[in-house]
């Protein structure tokens, strides 16, 4: 995708000072500046002509265009791939013009920006208004899949997967299909290839849930989704877990097996982690 614009001066510098200082590369003939950044390649000349190019061009560019009408997309994002304890969570929501005034009224961004109480909040009130499709991948499920598949494929499955439930669901995906990107896209592809159905012409993007309001909101849902299974498993323990991967969670292995003995740890850990041979020492 390209977009090229004509700048005032003004405009300009202000696009260079909102650019990391590390992404600007050897300036071109005739170019004020040349950026490089995940998705776009921004290059200003001292015409006024600014050239945003990549798959991120329009949302670089979006500052210093006119206002669009809010364009009606699909996003998804994952959460609990670095926790220890509790499930793997993949979320796909669909916005459309009627959602975006919606969102306006919540401090809506990546879930690992926000508090867990305000998570749940947020989700409480739009859960149900918000087209979504979310899925668990519970421990003990989990740990029999990663004995086949990589993180990064389980991930591609479940993203997959929510696609196509969300399709069915809304009748119909729109164009804008985002993906929170985790790995290449011909890589992604390649892991559905033994899927029944595959959803394509995905838009691959890191740090999507800062440019496209369906994966902030898909991401909230997921950890919103992660929150309540960890409260339950929890509650069926009667133990207390740490969240994440530290030292904390080591020790939280050790108590759960003298509680609940060696087996059972399979039911609420992943058992890859180096946590586990840590614990056990």
């Given at each position: 995708m390209v977009q090229s614009l004509t700048l005032t001066p003004g405009q300009i510098e202000q696009l260079r000072t909102s650019l990391p200082a590390y992404s600007f590369t050897k300036t071109p003939p005739y170019a004020v500046f040349q950026a490089k950044l995940e998705g776009c390649t921004i290059t200003a000349y001292s015409s006024g002509k600014v050239v945003f190019q990549g798959n991120d061009a329009e949302y670089y560019a979006s500052p210093y265009t006119e206002k669009k009408e809010f364009v009606t997309q699909c996003g998804s994002d994952e959460v609990g791939t670095g926790d220890y304890f509790g499930p793997v969570v993949v979320c796909a929501c669909y916005l459309d013009k009627t959602h975006y005034p919606l969102l306006k009224q919540y401090k809506i961004q990546?879930?690992?920006?926000?508090?867990?109480?305000?998570?749940?909040?947020?989700?409480?009130?739009?859960?149900?208004?918000?087209?979504?499709?979310?899925?668990?991948?519970?421990?003990?499920?989990?740990n029999q899949v990663h004995k086949q598949y990589n993180m990064n494929k389980i991930k591609a499955i479940l993203h997959n997967k929510c696609y196509c439930h969300l399709q069915k669901k809304t009748g119909s995906l729109p164009s804008l299909r985002v993906v929170d990107q985790f790995c290449e896209p011909d890589l992604y592809y390649k892991y559905l290839s033994q899927e029944p159905e595959i959803i394509n012409s995905i838009h691959f993007t890191t740090k999507a849930e800062n440019k496209f309001p369906a994966v902030a909101i898909a991401s909230i849902f997921a950890r919103y989704g992660f929150l309540c299974y960890f409260e339950k498993m929890e509650e069926q323990y009667d133990i207390r877990l740490h969240k994440g991967a530290s030292d904390l969670v080591d020790e939280d292995i050790r108590r759960f097996i003298e509680k609940h003995g060696k087996d059972a740890l399979q039911n609420v850990g992943k058992l890859h982690f180096r946590n586990t041979e840590k614990a056990l020492g």
């Open positions: 990546d879930s690992k920006q926000l508090t867990d109480p305000e998570i749940i909040s947020i989700a409480r009130e739009l859960i149900d208004i918000i087209p979504h499709s979310l899925l668990i991948l519970d421990p003990a499920r989990y």
